[in-house]
């Protein structure tokens, strides 16, 4: 299996239960945790993508990856932003080290912003969208905090960049269950 179909098949949707069973060993022992940094390794299949300029969303930049980082900023459901990065060949953003994070803290400004994590499968074991479990993690000050104590369900990762520290937060993947949430921003990255 190439790195690219690998890529393909990790970007199903992919969410809910059971959703866990569409990664079969393969497509997870595809994708390491290390794997995002290794970009010059890639296949040349895949050094096409990756040589797209970096342009797109409301803004877009090059992060210290050398990756493209596209910033949304009309709020959607965590499932509508995985979609829409997935029509510009790309995914909602794992920021697996502390350098990728500060950047993106930085480049998403005062934007609520969804990455691509949650603990749809197993709550309270959170995961990036590629299936790779959280090693590294940014959480704000008392998350993730489950809907303040479990009162309602926060399955989604943003960056909460409303917050005077940012960092990350756990929300409601929509808005079915806290009215006016849900709906975020959101940080594609290819
Ligand atoms: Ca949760
Ligand atoms: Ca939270």
């Known amino acids: ?29 595809s994708e390491t945790p290390d794997s995002d940094a290794a970009i010059d390794s890639r296949p040349p299949a895949d050094a096409a ?12 930049q090059v992060g210290p990856d050398g990756s493209c980082f596209v910033l949304v900023t009309t709020p959607v459901t965590y499932v509508a932003a995985r979609q829409a990065c997935m029509a510009m060949n790309a995914h909602l953003a794992y920021l697996k080290d502390a350098t990728l994070d500060a950047f993106a803290e930085q480049f998403v400004g005062t934007n609520n912003t969804w990455i691509g ?7 309270g074991t959170f995961q990036w969208d590629d299936g790779t479990a959280f090693a590294f993690t940014a959480w704000g000050t008392g998350e993730p905090n489950a809907g303040n104590g479990g009162g309602y369900q926060e399955d989604c990762v943003i960056i909460a960049g409303a ?21 975020f921003a959101y940080l594609c990255n290819y």
């Open 163 to 183: 917050k005077v520290n940012k960092k990350w937060d756990d929300r409601p993947c929509d808005a079915t269950e806290v009215a006016n949430s849900g709906m």
């Open 49 to 60: 993508i990756d040589a797209r300029p970096c342009t797109g969303g409301n803004s877009a």
């Open 117 to 123: 994590g949650n603990d749809l499968v197993t709550e």
């Open 1 to 29: 299996m190439t790195y690219r179909w690998a890529l393909a098949l990790l970007a199903v949707p992919c969410l809910g239960v059971g959703c866990g069973a569409q990664l079969g060993p393969d497509t997870i022992g």
